[in-house]
Structures are given as structure tokens and as C-alpha cells.
């Protein structure tokens, strides 16, 4: 056993957890979907089968107990209620520790799993009481019309048998039970079985301790042939049993196609060669013909059709599965791809410069292919790195459910725009934040059902949470329909903690923005979940360290929005590259409108105010030299980049315009944590670094020192 098959079943376990959880919340909303059931079944299958492979015991052996329950509900045995639900999501939280718990070498409860795996005996042992003295096998009938999906085989290696299984007539008498063995064959993988009855005499002929119906199953398994055989090693004396591989795979650009019924009879020994060229003069099918003249029994030609139509259905998924192959890549591998791409990127700047400043047009022209190419494998890289946000999205259900029932509350979690793509890293670090954001919808926002039905609302509240892109922006929405931020109590606190003067008019927005602020809470009551003034600055932090904003709305009694923008990815950006003195900065380009002149007279017509007119617009800026403080002199001619921020547009005077540059973000060290201007460095192709000026940032602090001077 290797630690690489371990990391990679972690892997899997995880992503079925994920499944499981999202099945489980879906069941009880609607208990008798059938299709759900089956996921949970599967997933339930999947994690006990991987484990014990892998060397997982403890967690195949506690699952076990989980699938056998849920046996019982697909075969309609054991209703789906909200208890079994609640018992199940513990199962999974359970699975999960246990699956951590393998790296971090920690052991978990066994108390806890004890009384999990007690509590599921438990149903076992009442639908015993119900159903009688033998628990239901979980076997559909061999006639059963609903085959194993053909796509859960996933992409391994697989075969198909043809499997003709004939028990003889007193099989049942060495307590051998044709059923059982057909439920193990479907257990090895997708399984059609079709039950022939043409054996059986009439009524009054027939003994009940005999045996006369026969099997032919078609069976696509990842199992070897000699798994196959095992299933019938204790009742190969008392059968005829005939065993064929009939496929081994179908390549992507192999025929879909497969034999012919007739061509299928005759391999099987059912018809003669003979017997079929001599129907093939009629326009009939030959499945009709075959019938119609009373050669076959229509068993047998209803088997050869199933077998034709399993082995066309698994090519078409082998070759689906094939097409769209996947592979597992580490985190730290694909980080360390970026990281080199990155370098590329540094390097490919570096000889576009020195071809300029050469005016060699050959090496000009290879530098252009290097920069193209370099931009393709830019591209690329980052798309592997993106992730649609619903993989987030669905881990909140679970988190609103279980906290509305704490709270005793009514709450339903609707999302929107699950296919939006964000960069894997912000994805990671967006968890928190969002935590925090819902927990206080759901504490703060949303009222009791009493409340909000003496409010004339449905006792039932609503959260609503959305991503959509923007340009190379994602937006995150968070809307609630409770009772909105209190303008009042947020105003009282803030005075009492000193931010604000008793006398301070302020808009609304910043009046919201003060709960951002350490130590700050409005509620009347330290609760489990909320109270503490702890959560909204560490929400904000995140924010800021993902390059990112957060802004709220509210109306009194109608809800709140908080709504976060952010970045696409962290790694590599396009920035117009500026200088001022010496020094070189860059500015993200998605959010730059335009760049103008700011001469001496311009600055003399404002009579000492940051204004300018642009367009006819009057613009206030920030000077950069004179905010960093920096020494030497202006040009006599500056520039003004103009950008929009948070619907404002604000102006940014710099020396010198250098033009666009591809940006390669380094982080900072620890000596800048508090730098909050800057949020990152990248290197220049001439060997400068250059700082990346964080611009929403850099227009908060200025706003606090004008606040200061005033």
C-alpha cells in the first residue's frame, strides 16, 4: 500500500462527502426521489468499497452499516424521514474526522462511532420487527427492469461477460440461493438480467422444492474474470454455468457498434447458422422472425437484445469518459506550474525590452512569438487553476440548515451563478468570510417565524446567495429578507466606542461600514453564535488580503445585502506600469479609466484644492508623491490616471505613464503587513521591483487624513 493510493482515496472520500451531503439535503426536500436515493447509495458504496482497498478498514466497516440502511430504502423497505437525514449528515461528519484523522494521526470517538453505527442497527432492527423474521437481501427480481446505471463505472479498465447461469432442478436443496448470487454479480458492477421461464412445466406438474428458471446476465465489471467465478465457487456442482468475455474495453475511436441479434444466438449456442440464413429473405426484423416462427423462445431473443443494447451503452460511456479524461494534479504542483510561469512571464518582459532598445527587427520578431506564446501558456495555466464557486456554494445548505433548527428559525438558502469561475486560491479563502456573513444573516438577520408573520412576511425567511463575472472581477452577493441593520443602535454603539463624535452626521454607508470595525456588535445578547464583536473585522481582513472590497445595503424591515468584489485570480495580473521619481509602481488596469495631463496652470486654476476638470467633469485626485512622501521635484507636466472605485471616480497623479505591463504578484514580506497601500511587489524585466499600489485602499486612508486635517 502506497501513501499515493492513500492521498488519492482522501481525495475521492472527500469529494463523495461533498456529494453525499449536497443528496442528503436535496432527499429531504423530497424524500421519495428515487434517483437521490440512489446517489446516496452509491456514494455511501463507493467510500466503504475504496476504503477497505486502501487499507481504511474502520471506515468501511462503519460505512457498512450506513449502506446497509440505505438498501433498505431503495428497495422501499424503509422510509426516508427526517431522522434517518439527521443520523446520516452525523455519519458523514463522522467519515470525514476519520478520514482526516489519517494525517493528522489523531483518533477519533470511538463513543461517537459506536453510537452512531448503534443508532442504525437500531432502524435495522425495526424494519426486522416489521417485515418479518429476515431482513430484506436488497435484490431487485432478475427480471427487475431497472438495471445498475451503466456510468458508474467511471474511467478504470473494464470486461464484459456473458454469463449463461442454468441452476440444476435441486439446487435449493444444498441451501444454495440462485438470488443471492445474482445480487453479488450486480455488486461487481453494471448487470442486465434477463430471467428465462420456458423450463417451467405447468402447474400441476410442478415440484416446489425445484428449480426451473435460468439466468443470462450480461455483466460489466473493473473486477477480473476470476472475481466473476467466485460469485458461483460453492454452486458449480449444482449448475451449468458458462462464462464469456465478450469485451474488453472499447477504445475512443473503436466501432460503438456490436453483433448483430442473429450473429449473438448463434455464439451462444441458442440457434444454427442454418436456421438463421434461412429467415433472412423477409423485410422482418430478425428478433420478430425468430419469434414469429417459433424456433426460439422469445427469452432468449429478449437476452440477445439486452446484451446488444448493454455493450453498445458501455462503449458510448467509455468513449464519453475517454474523451473527457481527467487527471488528479497535487495543489503544491500546479502552485509550483504558476510559480514558473510566472518567471516566464518576468523573463519574456525582460527580452521584449532588450529587443526594443537593440532595434534589431529579428530579435524584435522573436520576442513578439515569446511574448504571444508566453500569453497562451499564461492563460492556460491560470484556467487550470480556476474552479467554479458552487463547489463553495454547496457547503453552505448544510451550515443554514443545521443553524436555523439551533435558532429555531425557518431558512432556505437559494444560490445563482454556481458555474462562475474563481481562481482555486481565493476560492479557499473565501470559506470564512462567507461563514461569517451567512451565521449573521441567519443570527441577526432573519427574524423567529412569529416575528416575521406579525410583520405581514412568510414565516419562512430567505437567503439568497449569487456570483456573477465582471470584466476581471467577480461580484458575491448575499441578500437576506430580514429585518435590516438597525441605523439607530449601530449609531449608539459607535459613539459609545468612540468612533464617532455624538454630533457626526454621516451617510448611511459609512454608518454600515462602522461594523466592520474590531469589538463591534449591536446585539443585546452574547450567544453561541453571535455577540462577541468578533467575525466582521476578520471578514473584512480577508477581504482586503484577497485584493478585494465588501460594501452593505440595507432597509429596515425589508433586508440586507452585503456584496463582495473580487479579483479573478492572485497570481498574475494586467497593470499599467507608472513611475514617480525613481521609483516605479503599478496600478491593476481593470480598474483604470483613462490617463490625462495635469500641467502647472492646471494645478493654479484649482487655487490649492485636488480637483481637476476632465471632460467637463471636475475629478479629485491624490498626488503620490506628496502622499508617499517622496523627495525631488515634479515634472512640469503630470500625469493624472483616473480610476473607479466603488462607483467614484478618483484620480491618481503620477511622474511618468510607462505604458501596460503583465503583472507577476509576489507577496510581501512580514515588515509590510501593515503596509495597506501596497499589496504586493512583482520584478521588471530590467531587474526593478515595482510596488502594486492597492488603490480602493489607498483612497480609504487618504479620506481618514483629509478627516484628520479637517
Same mark, same amino acid.
Given at each position: 500500500?502506497?501513501?499515493?493510493?492513500?492521498?488519492?482515496?482522501?481525495?475521492?472520500?472527500?469529494?463523495?462527502?461533498?456529494?453525499?451531503?449536497?443528496?442528503?439535503?436535496?432527499?429531504?426536500?423530497?424524500?421519495?426521489?428515487?434517483?437521490?436515493?440512489?446517489?446516496?447509495?452509491?456514494?455511501?458504496?463507493?467510500?466503504?468499497?475504496?476504503?477497505?482497498?486502501?487499507?481504511?478498514?474502520?471506515?468501511?466497516?462503519?460505512?457498512?452499516?450506513?449502506?446497509?440502511?440505505?438498501?433498505?430504502?431503495?428497495?422501499?423497505?424503509? !422510509?426516508?424521514?427526517?431522522?434517518?437525514?439527521?443520523?446520516?449528515?452525523?455519519?458523514?461528519?463522522?467519515?470525514?474526522?476519520? @478520514?482526516?484523522?489519517?494525517?493528522?494521526?489523531?483518533?477519533?470517538?470511538?463513543?461517537?462511532?459506536?453510537?452512531?453505527?448503534?443508532?442504525?442497527?437500531?432502524?435495522?432492527?425495526?424494519?426486522?420487527?416489521?417485515?418479518?423474521?429476515?431482513?430484506?437481501?436488497?435484490? !431487485?427480481?432478475?427480471?427487475?427492469?431497472?438495471?445498475?446505471?451503466?456510468?458508474?463505472?467511471?474511467?478504470?479498465?473494464?470486461?464484459?461477460?456473458?454469463?449463461?447461469?442454468?441452476?440444476?432442478?435441486?439446487?435449493?436443496?444444498?441451501?444454495?440461493?440462485? @438470488?443471492?448470487?445474482?445480487?453479488?454479480?450486480?455488486?461487481?458492477?453494471?448487470?442486465?438480467?434477463?430471467?428465462?421461464?420456458?423450463?417451467?412445466?405447468?402447474?400441476?406438474?410442478?415440484?416446489?422444492?425445484?428449480?426451473?428458471?435460468?439466468?443470462?446476465?450480461?455483466?460489466?465489471?473493473?473486477?477480473?474474470?476470476?472475481?466473476?467465478?467466485?460469485?458461483?465457487?460453492?454452486?458449480?456442482?449444482?449448475?451449468?454455468?458458462? +462464462?464469456? @468475455?465478450?469485451?474488453?474495453?472499447?477504445?475512443?475511436?473503436?466501432?460503438?457498434?456490436?453483433?448483430?441479434?442473429?450473429?449473438?444466438?448463434?455464439?451462444?449456442?441458442?440457434?444454427?447458422?442454418?436456421?438463421?440464413?434461412?429467415? %433472412? #429473405?423477409?423485410?422482418?426484423? +430478425?428478433?420478430?422472425?425468430?419469434?414469429?416462427?417459433?424456433?426460439?423462445?422469445?427469452?432468449?431473443?429478449?437476452?440477445?437484445?439486452?446484451?446488444?443494447?448493454?455493450?453498445?451503452?458501455?462503449?458510448?460511456?467509455?468513449?464519453?469518459?475517454?474523451?473527457?479524461?481527467?487527471?488528479?494534479?497535487?495543489?503544491?504542483?500546479?502552485?509550483?506550474?504558476?510559480?514558473?510561469?510566472?518567471?516566464?512571464?518576468?523573463?519574456?518582459?525582460?527580452?521584449?525590452?532588450?529587443?526594443?532598445?537593440?532595434?534589431?527587427?529579428?530579435?524584435?520578431?522573436?520576442?513578439?512569438?515569446?511574448?504571444?506564446?508566453?500569453?497562451?501558456?499564461?492563460?492556460?495555466?491560470?484556467?487550470?487553476?480556476?474552479?467554479? +464557486?458552487?463547489?463553495?456554494?454547496?457547503?453552505?445548505?448544510?451550515?443554514?440548515?443545521?443553524? &436555523?433548527?439551533?435558532?429555531?428559525?425557518?431558512?432556505?438558502?437559494?444560490?445563482?451563478?454556481?458555474?462562475?469561475?474563481?481562481?482555486?486560491?481565493?476560492?479557499?479563502?473565501?470559506?470564512?468570510?462567507? *461563514?461569517?456573513?451567512?451565521?449573521?444573516?441567519?443570527?441577526?438577520?432573519?427574524?423567529?417565524?412569529?416575528?416575521?408573520?406579525?410583520?405581514?412576511?412568510?414565516?419562512?425567511?430567505?437567503?439568497?446567495?449569487?456570483?456573477?463575472?465582471?470584466?476581471?472581477?467577480?461580484?458575491?452577493?448575499?441578500?437576506?429578507?430580514?429585518?435590516?441593520?438597525?441605523?439607530?443602535?449601530?449609531?449608539?454603539?459607535?459613539?459609545?466606542?468612540?468612533?464617532?463624535?455624538?454630533?457626526?452626521?454621516?451617510?448611511?454607508?459609512?454608518?454600515?461600514?462602522?461594523?466592520?470595525?474590531? #469589538?463591534?456588535?449591536?446585539?443585546?445578547?452574547?450567544?453561541?453564535?453571535?455577540?462577541?464583536?468578533?467575525?466582521?473585522?476578520?471578514?473584512?481582513?480577508? +477581504?482586503? $488580503?484577497?485584493?478585494? &472590497?465588501?460594501?452593505?445595503?440595507?432597509?429596515?424591515?425589508?433586508?440586507?445585502?452585503?456584496?463582495?468584489?473580487?479579483?479573478?485570480?492572485?497570481?498574475?495580473?494586467?497593470?499599467?506600469?507608472?513611475?514617480?521619481?525613481?521609483?516605479?509602481?503599478?496600478?491593476?488596469?481593470?480598474?483604470?479609466?483613462?490617463?490625462?495631463?495635469?500641467?502647472?496652470?492646471?494645478?493654479?486654476?484649482?487655487?490649492?484644492?485636488?480637483?481637476?476638470?476632465?471632460? #467637463?467633469?471636475?475629478?479629485?485626485?491624490?498626488? %503620490?508623491?506628496?502622499?508617499?512622501?517622496?523627495?525631488?521635484?515634479?515634472?512640469?507636466?503630470?500625469?493624472?490616471?483616473?480610476?473607479?472605485?466603488?462607483?467614484?471616480?478618483?484620480?491618481?497623479?503620477?511622474?511618468?505613464?510607462?505604458?501596460?505591463?503583465? $503583472? *507577476?504578484?509576489?507577496?510581501?514580506?512580514?515588515?509590510?503587513?501593515?503596509?495597506?497601500?501596497?499589496?504586493?511587489?512583482?520584478?521588471?524585466?530590467?531587474?526593478?521591483?515595482?510596488?502594486?499600489?492597492?488603490?480602493?485602499?489607498?483612497?480609504?486612508?487618504?479620506?481618514?487624513?483629509?478627516?484628520?486635517?479637517?
Amino acid at each position: 500500500m502506497t501513501d499515493i493510493h492513500q492521498q488519492a482515496f482522501q481525495e475521492e472520500a472527500r469529494e463523495l462527502l461533498c456529494e453525499l451531503e449536497t443528496a442528503l439535503l436535496e432527499l429531504e426536500s423530497t424524500p421519495a426521489d428515487q434517483e437521490l436515493i440512489g446517489r446516496v447509495f452509491r456514494a455511501m458504496h463507493t467510500i466503504k468499497g475504496s476504503g477497505a482497498m486502501f487499507g481504511f478498514e474502520d471506515i468501511a466497516s462503519f460505512t457498512h452499516n450506513v449502506e446497509t440502511v440505505y438498501d433498505l430504502v431503495r428497495n422501499g423497505k424503509m !422510509p426516508v424521514t427526517k431522522d434517518l437525514i439527521d443520523l446520516t449528515l452525523s455519519a458523514c461528519d463522522q467519515i470525514r474526522k476519520m @478520514v482526516e484523522a489519517f494525517d493528522t494521526a489523531t483518533v477519533t470517538s470511538d463513543e461517537n462511532t459506536e453510537k452512531i453505527v448503534s443508532a442504525f442497527r437500531g432502524l435495522l432492527q425495526d424494519a426486522k420487527a416489521q417485515g418479518g423474521d429476515t431482513l430484506p437481501q436488497g435484490v !431487485p427480481l432478475p427480471d427487475s427492469p431497472e438495471p445498475t446505471a451503466v456510468g458508474d463505472l467511471g474511467k478504470e479498465k473494464s470486461l464484459t461477460c456473458r454469463i449463461r447461469f442454468r441452476p440444476h432442478h435441486d439446487i435449493f436443496s444444498y441451501g444454495t440461493n440462485p @438470488v443471492l448470487l445474482l445480487k453479488e454479480l450486480r455488486d461487481l458492477g453494471v448487470c442486465h438480467i434477463v430471467a428465462h421461464t420456458d423450463a417451467i412445466p405447468e402447474l400441476a406438474e410442478i415440484d416446489p422444492e425445484s428449480c426451473y428458471a435460468y439466468w443470462d446476465i450480461i455483466l460489466t465489471t473493473t473486477q477480473s474474470l476470476n472475481a466473476v467465478r467466485d460469485v458461483f465457487i460453492f454452486a458449480e456442482d449444482n449448475c451449468e454455468l458458462k +462464462i464469456d @468475455v465478450i469485451d474488453e474495453g472499447a477504445a475512443v475511436d473503436e466501432d460503438l457498434d456490436y453483433k448483430k441479434v442473429g450473429e449473438i444466438l448463434i455464439e451462444r449456442g441458442d440457434l444454427s447458422g442454418e436456421e438463421v440464413k434461412n429467415l %433472412l #429473405g423477409t423485410q422482418k426484423r +430478425i428478433g420478430e422472425l425468430l419469434v414469429d416462427s417459433g424456433l426460439i423462445d422469445p427469452g432468449k431473443v429478449e437476452s440477445a437484445l439486452a446484451e446488444q443494447k448493454h455493450v453498445r451503452e458501455i462503449r458510448q460511456k467509455k468513449q464519453a469518459a475517454e474523451s473527457a479524461a481527467s487527471i488528479r494534479v497535487p495543489a503544491e504542483k500546479l502552485d509550483g506550474l504558476v510559480n514558473m510561469v510566472g518567471e516566464l512571464v518576468t523573463l519574456q518582459s525582460r527580452l521584449s525590452q532588450i529587443a526594443g532598445k537593440m532595434a534589431d527587427m529579428r530579435l524584435i520578431q522573436i520576442a513578439e512569438d515569446v511574448e504571444r506564446l508566453t500569453a497562451e501558456i499564461r492563460d492556460n495555466t491560470m484556467s487550470i487553476r480556476m474552479l467554479p +464557486i458552487g463547489t463553495l456554494f454547496s457547503k453552505f445548505q448544510r451550515l443554514v440548515r443545521d443553524l &436555523s433548527r439551533d435558532l429555531g428559525k425557518e431558512i432556505v438558502l437559494t444560490t445563482e451563478g454556481e458555474e462562475t469561475e474563481l481562481d482555486k486560491t481565493v476560492i479557499e479563502r473565501l470559506n470564512d468570510p462567507l *461563514v461569517h456573513l451567512i451565521r449573521n444573516s441567519i443570527d441577526h438577520g432573519i427574524e423567529l417565524p412569529g416575528v416575521r408573520e406579525a410583520a405581514g412576511k412568510p414565516g419562512q425567511g430567505h437567503i439568497h446567495l449569487t456570483a456573477e463575472h465582471s470584466g476581471a472581477n467577480v461580484f458575491l452577493k448575499i441578500q437576506d429578507d430580514g429585518a435590516g441593520l438597525n441605523i439607530e443602535a449601530i449609531r449608539a454603539k459607535a459613539v459609545e466606542k468612540g468612533l464617532i463624535p455624538p454630533d457626526a452626521v454621516l451617510p448611511e454607508k459609512e454608518l454600515f461600514s462602522l461594523i466592520f470595525q474590531p #469589538g463591534f456588535s449591536t446585539a443585546q445578547t452574547v450567544t453561541s453564535v453571535s455577540g462577541r464583536g468578533v467575525g466582521m473585522d476578520v471578514v473584512r481582513k480577508s +477581504i482586503d $488580503t484577497l485584493q478585494g &472590497s465588501i460594501e452593505i445595503e440595507s432597509i429596515k424591515g425589508q433586508g440586507s445585502t452585503v456584496t463582495l468584489k473580487l479579483p479573478l485570480t492572485l497570481a498574475i495580473i494586467d497593470g499599467l506600469l507608472v513611475k514617480i521619481d525613481e521609483q516605479f509602481f503599478v496600478m491593476p488596469l481593470s480598474i483604470i479609466e483613462e490617463c490625462v495631463e495635469l500641467s502647472r496652470e492646471d494645478v493654479a486654476k484649482a487655487h490649492g484644492k485636488k480637483i481637476a476638470e476632465i471632460r #467637463g467633469e471636475i475629478v479629485p485626485y491624490i498626488h %503620490l508623491r506628496g502622499h508617499f512622501m517622496m523627495g525631488g521635484n515634479a515634472p512640469l507636466i503630470e500625469q493624472i490616471v483616473t480610476a473607479r472605485i466603488d462607483g467614484l471616480r478618483i484620480g491618481f497623479v503620477v511622474d511618468q505613464v510607462v505604458g501596460e505591463y503583465q $503583472t *507577476v504578484i509576489k507577496t510581501l514580506g512580514r515588515a509590510y503587513r501593515n503596509v495597506v497601500e501596497v499589496s504586493g511587489a512583482t520584478i521588471l524585466g530590467d531587474g526593478h521591483v515595482a510596488l502594486i499600489l492597492d488603490l480602493p485602499r489607498l483612497l480609504q486612508k487618504a479620506e481618514m487624513e483629509e478627516r484628520i486635517r479637517t
